[in-house]
């Protein structure tokens, strides 16, 4: 589902903005909590990065590795390779 209609400049971060609002207050509302997450802006529309849990640090680390790692990759490449809501590869 492409939810980004590639705007420009400024109107691509406020694109990126509300969706991350009302991704917040989706969890909010259904969980009680937001979970650490990364959103990315992709050609394709936005990619959303959560762990499945973080029960210690390490598991944490790993977390903002994946994170540091998909930024690196945004600024590196014009067309990041697409991973799922898992971190998964996609199709």
Same mark, same amino acid.
């Given at each position: 589902? *492409?939810? *980004? +209609? !590639? +705007?420009? =400049? +400024?109107?691509?971060?406020?694109?990126? #903005?509300?969706?991350?609002?009302?991704?917040?207050?989706?969890m909010i509302q259904t969980? =009680?909590?937001v979970p650490p997450t990364v959103i990315?802006?992709?050609?394709? =529309?936005?990619i959303f990065c959560m762990p499945s849990g973080? +029960?210690?640090e390490a598991a944490k680390?790993?977390? #903002? !590795?994946?994170?540091r790692c998909q930024r690196s990759g945004r600024s590196q490449s014009r067309t990041p390779e697409t991973r799922d809501v898992r971190g998964e590869p996609g199709t």
């Amino acid at each position: 589902m *492409n939810i *980004n +209609p !590639d +705007p420009e =400049g +400024p109107a691509r971060l406020e694109s990126l #903005a509300q969706q991350a609002k009302r991704y917040a207050l989706h969890m909010i509302q259904t969980t =009680g909590s937001v979970p650490p997450t990364v959103i990315a802006d992709t050609a394709d =529309g936005f990619i959303f990065c959560m762990p499945s849990g973080m +029960p210690d640090e390490a598991a944490k680390d790993r977390f #903002a !590795d994946v994170a540091r790692c998909q930024r690196s990759g945004r600024s590196q490449s014009r067309t990041p390779e697409t991973r799922d809501v898992r971190g998964e590869p996609g199709t």
